[in-house]
């Protein structure tokens, strides 16, 4: 399933379908610190921008405030062509829920509520927020465990699952609320090694069939496959923003330069 039911052998590089989430001046700041400064972005629909940086530089922080999670301090969250939120002014309420529902989180640490099964997770948002009917969400849950080779799993919890059937079960969640909008944050950076191609690869379908997606994480050699921009992020600005190719082999800021040193050669 995608937002608009595209062939799954639609092309990455198919030609973007407008503006979906612009970003002017997003500042946040936690007491003195000031962990965002002034970014700016934006992605079109069936996009895939990856953002890269240290830790630290504010690349969660974004990510939190683009879901609504965190509340920005200051600039303007544009979704579609008809939901702004400027952060100077507060958004009220019910702009934050619409941001909220509009886009969907895909946890590092997966998030998921210890004492419901995986089909009561991935139920909870679109039943309990959404208030859709809960036959069709279960059905629609159903055939999206069996599509990441779940469905056998649908009554577990999640302390029986792997770390990696439980990043799926994750994405599942963010799937059936239908957003516009999908927010990974380091989805694979919990995982152990063996088990980080199995997420990959299913962002990398999802990517395929057209989902809108920003992509906070460390794996470079997926931000090369799959992104069609890479963001560098440092000091809570973005750096340098370019093609993958550009900015991952051919970077023209000295900090990003120096980052990608200090990834490829640690030691």
């Known amino acids: 399933m995608s937002p608009t039911d595209p062939s799954p052998t639609t ?3 198919a030609p973007p379908g407008g503006l979906v989430l612009e ?29 890269i940086g240290p830790s630290g530089s504010g690349k969660t922080t974004a990510l939190r405030c683009l879901n609504g999670l965190e509340v920005a301090d200051g ?62 969400v279960r059905a629609e849950a159903e055939a999206l465990l069996a599509r990441v080779g779940l469905a056998d799993k649908r009554d577990a919890f999640p302390f029986e699952l792997s770390g990696g059937q439980q990043q799926r079960v994750g994405i599942v969640r963010a799937l059936a609320l239908r957003p516009e909008v999908l927010l990974f944050d380091e989805p694979t950076s919990a995982l152990d090694p063996e088990l980080v191609g199995d997420v990959l690869g299913l962002m990398k379908e999802l990517a395929l069939e057209g989902w809108t997606m920003v992509v906070v994480t460390h794996e470079l050699q997926f931000a ?42 640690p030691f």
Request: charged share 25%; proline share 5%; no cysteine.
């Open 11 to 13: 092309p990455r590089t």
């Open 23 to 51: 970003v002017r001046g997003l500042a946040k700041s936690f007491g003195d610190n000031q962990v965002l400064r002034s970014v700016d972005l934006s992605v079109q629909r069936g996009q895939v921008l990856a953002i």
């Open 224 to 265: 090369r496959e799959v992104a069609h921009e890479v963001a560098f992020v440092d000091g809570g600005t973005i750096v340098e923003r370019g093609a993958p190719e550009q900015v991952l082999r051919n970077p023209t800021h000295e900090r990003t330069q120096q980052f990608l040193r200090r990834l490829l050669h």
């Open 75 to 136: 600039g303007v969250i544009t979704v579609g062509d008809d939901l702004t939120l400027d952060f100077a002014s507060g958004p009220s309420k019910r702009q934050l829920a619409a941001l909220r529902d509009r886009s969907a989180m895909v946890f590092q640490h997966y998030n998921l509520f210890p004492h419901k099964t995986v089909l009561e997770n991935i139920m909870e948002g679109p039943v309990v927020v959404q208030r859709r009917k809960p036959a069709e």
